[in-house]
Each structure stands twice: as C-alpha cells, then as structure tokens.
C-alpha cells in the first residue's frame, strides 16, 4: 500500500504502516487480539491522501467492528478504548500547542516548563 497521508499540521508524508503497527502493538498489549484480523478489518477502510486523524478514526472504527464479532468482546473493547486515548492525547497536545506556542512541548505531549 503505497500513498501519501497528510499530517495534523498540513504536511504531506509517504504512508509509514510502521506507525500504525506500533500504535497496534501498544494499544494491544496485554490482551487477547488477533492483530492479523485487524489489520484485514483495517485496510477496508484506508485510502490515499487520508488525514492522519481520519487514520485514527478509521483505527478505532475497526476495533468497534470486531468487538461485535469476536468472542473476546471485552479485549477488543478495551483496544478501541486506547485507540480513542491515542487521539485524545494527540489532540490535546494539538490544542496545547496552539494555545501556548511559546512554550516547549516534549515528544510526550508534556510541557517541558510552563
């Protein structure tokens, strides 16, 4: 799958799926998910020129879809859950950003000193 995403902030970039795998992997750890049968649900809802943010949405649509599918309803509702933290958090760091761009932001979206 070869395309160009665009970034929260404007930028054009070539599709990276390491990022998804490791937002996938953190997300899942710890509970029982079948990653390959994610990612099948997954690629029905990509496409190119996405926003990073309509990844992120269509992430956390496709772990809803499997949590009426699946035996293991509670892990796969327990993923979306930390999906949707995963964009909360990059929003948040967003709103942060723009609210006091002055101020250093680390790579954990905390204020360095504020």
Do not use: W
């Not at 070539?14 to 710890?30: L, T």
């Not at 997954?42 to 269509?58: A, C, D, G, V």
């Not at 327990?78 to 950003?97: C, E, S, T, W």
Request: glycine share 2%.
């Amino acid at each position: 799958m070869l395309f160009e995403v665009i970034k929260r902030d404007g930028r054009v970039e070539a599709f990276n799926p390491q990022k998804i795998d490791k937002v996938v992997s953190i997300c899942s750890e710890g509970l029982n998910i079948d990653i390959n049968k994610f990612r099948d649900k997954l690629t029905m809802y990509l496409k190119p020129r996405m926003t990073t943010s309509e990844i992120q949405k269509n992430l956390i649509t496709a772990a809803v879809s499997l949590v009426s599918t699946e035996d293991n309803k509670d892990d796969y509702s327990r993923f979306a859950a930390r999906l949707m933290l995963v964009d909360f958090r990059k929003n948040i760091r967003i709103i942060r950003k723009n609210l006091f761009p002055d101020s250093k932001i680390s790579i954990r979206g905390h204020f360095q000193k504020f």
